[in-house]
């Protein structure tokens, strides 16, 4: 079973994405973490992604297709997995289909998960990180037993400079520009399936394994 996750980036399909890789037995593959741990350890295309996430930017298709294609490859994706945060331009959805039909393989499943854009810039702009130990919370849903000081190791949190409003509302203008002409690219293809994510976590859940089946 070979899943896409759509949907505006905090709009919750990064959350989503881990429950079925954890239900269903498949590697949750994300761009953002393959990004993040080569960012963390200093790798030259992690400092090239990382002048685009920064400004709230997509990182370049070449860049990004490149370690996905070699992450599907691998024999824990045999017998499938759920993609989260690719593809996310109809060029990156054109070059992933066009690999698959190569295998023999396909998409079985889009999954949307709307969100309004006011509701994320609301979201997102709660969440605050331990710089330290890589904890996070939102200062709403999951907030620290003392404001602003980490639970675990006792360090200030911060609101990441991608969490901030004017870098939500950017990534959200790009989202809109660039990755939304998915939804209709999948649509056509019939494996287009929508989800409300404004609904409570468990909910939202609740209707994407109603799409899979149990």
Do not use: W
């Amino acid at each position: 079973m070979k899943i896409i996750m759509l949907g505006a980036p905090g709009a919750g399909k990064g959350t989503q994405a881990k429950m079925i890789a954890e239900k269903y037995g498949i590697p949750h593959v994300s761009t953002g973490d393959i990004f993040r741990a080569n960012i963390k350890n200093g790798t030259k295309l992690g400092l090239e992604a990382k002048q685009y996430m920064d400004k709230g930017l997509l990182v370049p298709d070449e860049l990004t297709v490149r370690i996905l294609l070699d992450r599907v490859a691998q024999d824990d994706c045999k017998n499938g997995y759920v993609l989260d945060g690719f593809p996310r331009t109809i060029p990156q959805a054109e070059v992933l289909e066009a690999e698959l039909a190569r295998r023999g393989e396909k998409i079985d499943y889009a999954i949307d998960v709307e969100v309004p854009d006011e509701n994320i810039v609301r979201r997102m702009g709660g969440r605050r990180a331990c710089l330290s130990c890589g904890a996070t919370y939102h200062i709403e849903h999951v907030p620290p037993k003392k404001e602003g000081i980490c639970d675990v190791c006792g360090q200030a949190l911060v609101l990441r400079d991608d969490d901030k409003p004017e870098t939500v509302q950017n990534r959200l203008n790009v989202y809109h520009e660039q990755t939304q002409p998915l939804i209709a690219f999948y649509q056509e293809r019939g494996v287009l399936k929508t989800v409300d994510g404004t609904q409570d976590m468990a909910d939202v859940f609740a209707a994407v394994t109603a799409i899979l089946g149990t």
